[in-house]
């Protein structure tokens, strides 16, 4: 074995190439994936519980002319088991009952991809550092007499795809995280921060847990003021609670066929159109060192730089390779994660030019209510601040709200730079409730602090 957690490039290759000689379908492809995590759950002021594991998925996909293919899924390496993977796939792609799709007679050959470097070798360190970071970091909410909640997690993944054909496939990552809540004891005020990165020495574990006791201290004693119609600053880590779901919204079948708030009813899409803001972009790219990710899609296809949104203008969206095949346009999945840009002003400087509104620090609770217009429900969390003549007046308790991404993004007073949001931790069975975008790791999501008019608090909310 390599001296890194995860297996290299030569080991998913060799591995794979054993199973191709295993089988005799017509199209065969491989995927591997590995990963390595080690996570740390804080309640009460103490370690909750240590979730180290190892997960190896090997998904073997073959098929028989122009037949639909199947895949079948396992964690074992060994030659039987990866033997009898293979003999299994192929008894169901002969028996399969269908219709063929033309794509899957097309092969995939040897491909270029985009050059991506998500790996960081202090973040395997920091498997080994973590347990300092947390005792620290439950220390400092302590010492303050508040209670300590949070999580830390320290991941490293790799993934490769081969087939019959040449193609071959590999990446790896690394990505850290590390939040905290800080929360009075008598439950009547809470703060939260935290942060994400590939790399773990950019990662200020103290700073986190000092940040959450602020927002605490200062959160003490809300009051409550009117609901309604109100500027709304928006920090990232609230914003990219509100936006993360829209990835979905650019792919360009749903869009065509009057699914998402892209679409111009009854049928067709809006690009060329303006959506947004005007200084508003969102683009994608596998090599951003911050919001990078896997450089294939889609059995091996490369994944494109694509830029969604260019000064609020919606100009791509997202063709699958069976509709790009059917409407002659340029491939690339739905987007895994985006930068939004378009501003510089700080979160002070917002606060300087608000006469009134609500500093909102944190969002929860959400719900996508509207698929068709994006509406989504919440509630503030953990630091709602009044704001008035320029600077923060008091805390005040926190709002229940519905509204859209597609609505405050076209009513932005203001935009900050953009930055990596951290999510917090999602429990296994939630991701698997929700989809892949809600497990951990998350998406990593670049975007700036936001103030926005007519952000719409509909209610009172008894969340802290």
């Known amino acids: 074995m390599s001296d890194t957690p995860i297996l290299?490039?030569?080991?998913?290759?060799?591995?794979?190439?054993?199973i191709l000689r295993m089988t005799?379908?017509?199209?065969?492809?491989?995927?591997?994936?590995?990963?390595?995590?080690?996570?740390?759950r804080i309640a009460g002021s103490r370690v909750l519980t240590g979730d180290d594991g190892e997960e190896l998925s090997i998904r073997v996909t073959g098929g028989y002319g122009l037949k639909g293919r199947v895949s079948i899924e396992t964690n074992q390496i060994d030659d039987t088991t990866l033997q009898a993977a293979v003999t299994r796939a192929e008894g169901l792609a002969r028996a399969f009952v269908g219709a063929p799709h033309s794509l899957l007679s097309i092969p995939i050959g040897a491909q270029q991809y985009l050059p991506v470097d998500l790996w960081r070798d202090a973040s395997i360190a920091a498997l080994q550092e973590r347990p300092a970071a947390v005792a620290a970091m439950i220390d400092v909410v302590r010492s303050a007499g508040l209670v300590a909640a949070g999580f830390v997690g320290v991941m490293a993944r790799c993934a490769a795809v081969m087939n019959k054909d040449g193609l071959e496939s590999y990446y790896r990552e690394t990505?850290?995280?590390?939040?905290?809540?800080?929360?009075?004891?008598?439950?009547?005020?809470?703060?939260?921060?935290?942060?994400?990165?590939?790399d773990w020495a950019k990662i200020d574990p103290h700073l986190v847990a000092a940040t959450a006791v602020d927002i605490a201290q200062r959160g003490a004693n809300p009051k409550a003021v009117e609901p309604g119609r109100r500027v709304a600053i928006l920090t990232p880590i609230a914003v990219v609670q509100l936006v993360h779901l829209m990835t979905d919204a650019f792919d360009a079948s749903a869009t065509d066929n009057g699914g998402t708030p892209f679409s111009?009813?009854?049928?067709?899409?809006?690009?060329?159109?303006?959506?947004?803001?005007?200084?508003?972009?969102?683009?994608?790219?596998?090599?951003?060192l911050e919001g990078g990710y896997r450089p294939d899609f889609y059995y091996g296809m490369p994944e494109p730089r694509m830029t969604w949104v260019e000064n609020g203008i919606l100009t791509n969206l997202a063709y699958a390779p069976w509709y790009a095949m059917v409407t002659g346009k340029p491939y690339a999945g739905?987007?895994?994660?985006?930068?939004?840009?378009?501003g510089t002003t700080s979160i002070d400087e917002m606060i300087k030019a608000c006469p009134e509104g609500i500093l909102v620090n944190r969002v929860s609770n959400l719900e996508l209510s509207n698929r068709a217009n994006g509406m989504v429900t919440g509630v503030t969390r953990d630091g709602c601040f009044l704001v008035k003549h320029g600077k923060i007046d008091q805390p005040v308790k926190n709002f229940r709200f519905s509204d859209s991404p597609w609505f405050f993004l076209n009513n932005i007073l203001a935009m900050g730079t953009p930055v990596r949001a951290a999510f917090g931790y999602t429990p296994p069975a939630a991701a698997e409730d929700f989809g892949d975008e809600?497990?951990?790791?998350?998406?990593?999501?670049?975007?700036?602090?936001m103030m926005v008019q007519d952000f719409n608090f509909t209610s009172l909310a008894e969340a802290v």
Request: aromatic residues 6%.
């Open 438 to 449: 809600t497990a951990w790791p998350r998406r990593p999501m670049i975007v700036p602090p």
């Open 24 to 40: 005799t379908a017509d199209t065969v492809d491989i995927e591997l994936v590995h990963t390595v995590r080690q996570i740390t």
């Open 334 to 342: 739905d987007p895994w994660s985006f930068r939004l840009s378009g």
């Open 264 to 288: 111009k009813h009854p049928t067709g899409n809006k690009l060329g159109l303006r959506v947004f803001d005007r200084r508003l972009t969102m683009s994608s790219d596998p090599a951003d």
């Open 175 to 198: 990505d850290c995280e590390c939040t905290m809540l800080a929360r009075a004891e008598d439950g009547t005020s809470s703060g939260w921060h935290g942060q994400a990165n590939r």
């Open 8 to 18: 290299t490039q030569e080991q998913t290759r060799e591995l794979g190439h054993k």
